[in-house]
Nanobody, 117 residues
Framework: DVQLVESGGASVQAGGSLTLSCAAS????????MGWFRQPPGKLREGVAQ????????DYAESVKGRFTISQDRAKATVYLQMDSLKPEDTAMYYC???????????WGQGTQVTVS
């Protein structure tokens, strides 16, 4: 199993920045891919960014391209989401997930709230 713990969520003003962290423990080596997802109030969960743990290749939702950056510190088993130029529509609960490159995410964190006003 893999345990994921997110942190870093906060309330910020539009235009501001935040960095979310996702600390992984357990058998993280069994997961090829790490992802960040979000669920805005009253809406479905959506993918934000994902990263291949081995190659470092990243992919982003169109809505965050150029503003968000996913990265990892493999030594610390931690994945980050740097969020710049935040907009009110970025307000959501943000979740970290671990899974396969085919898009199956088996392990999820408890979420961290980001509010942009």
């Amino acid at each position: 199993d893999v345990q994921l713990v997110e942190s870093g969520g906060a309330s910020v003003q539009a235009g501001g920045s935040l960095t979310l962290s996702c600390a992984a423990s357990g058998n993280i080596e069994g997961s090829d891919c790490m992802g960040w997802f979000r669920q805005p109030p009253g809406k479905l969960r959506e993918g934000v960014a994902q990263l291949s743990r081995v190659s470092g290749v990243t992919d982003y939702a169109e809505s965050v391209k150029g503003r968000f950056t996913i990265s990892q510190d493999r030594a610390k088993a931690t994945v980050y989401l740097q969020m710049d130029s935040l907009k009110p529509e970025d307000t959501a609960m943000y979740y970290c997930a671990a899974g396969t490159l085919s898009g199956t995410f088996l392990y999820w964190g408890q979420g961290t709230q980001v509010t942009v006003s």
